[in-house]
């Protein structure tokens, strides 16, 4: 395996980082560095994870690996994605998204948000790059809206759709909650240190069950096709700067 820093080229880097000898700023630039250091290795854990659960591996499997409890690791890998940690790498445009998915399950009388929600709701960002790339295959708001409604047809109206999408902490289903943390892998594997909507559209793509998938799969956007999109935009974007 190969080897990480020691302790003692972790305080070097930090020191150079830092650019001067006052101690408090020194502090200050440990604490950024270490916070960075531990949500990007709980990303890379997390992607190893997803690839795991895609696998087929069950939960009883992956804590056995993890040396914890089939509850821990749950806790820990399926419902963490709310942690501010994550959301604070979330772009505006992907936080725009998540407030969307709320609208878009409304219209649908869904008291629940799910990846058909956040699939729909990429398209309030037409700016957005996992947008660009939907439309660049000629997926619109419309084809998907169509090919969701029998997948995933809308309910009559009831009060507690409202109670639902107004309370603190969304009803995300646990395929909901597996993207959006998934995002955040799906941004370490490209080497960025943000969440936007290709993150987002990217994990769709780890649970090949969710109703996001199928109707992306159905619509001719298959995940080595999205990749080889994203890519290009990313490449275009770098230029242009």
Known sequence: MTPGP????????????????????????????????????????????DR?????????????????????AHKRFADSWTAAAVLERYTPRTKAVL???KEVA???NHPFLGTEHLLLAIFSQPEALATRVLVAHGITEEAVAAAVAPL?????????????????????????????????????????NYVGTEHLLLAFYRDSASVATEVLTSLGLDESAA??????VLEELTKAR
Do not use: C, M
Not at 21 to 27: A, E, K, P
Not at 33 to 47: M, P
């Open 6 to 49: 020691d302790l003692q080229q972790l305080i070097d880097t930090i020191r150079e980082d830092a650019g001067t000898d006052d101690v408090l700023d020194q502090l200050g630039t440990a604490a950024s560095t270490i916070s960075e250091l531990t949500s990007t290795s709980d990303a890379a854990l997390g992607y190893f994870v």
């Open 152 to 192: 995933s047809p809308a309910k009559g109206a009831s009060k507690d759709v409202e109670a639902a999408l107004s309370a603190e902490n969304p009803p995300y289903t646990r395929k909901a909650a597996h993207v959006l943390q998934g995002a955040v892998a799906e941004a370490l594997v490209l080497g960025h």
């Open 52 to 72: 795991a659960r895609g696998a087929g591996k069950s939960w009883v499997e992956i804590s056995a690996v993890l040396g914890v409890s089939k509850q821990a």
């Open 106 to 108: 409304r219209g649908l």
């Open 99 to 101: 407030a969307a998915a």
């Open 227 to 232: 990749k080889t999109s994203i890519q290009a």
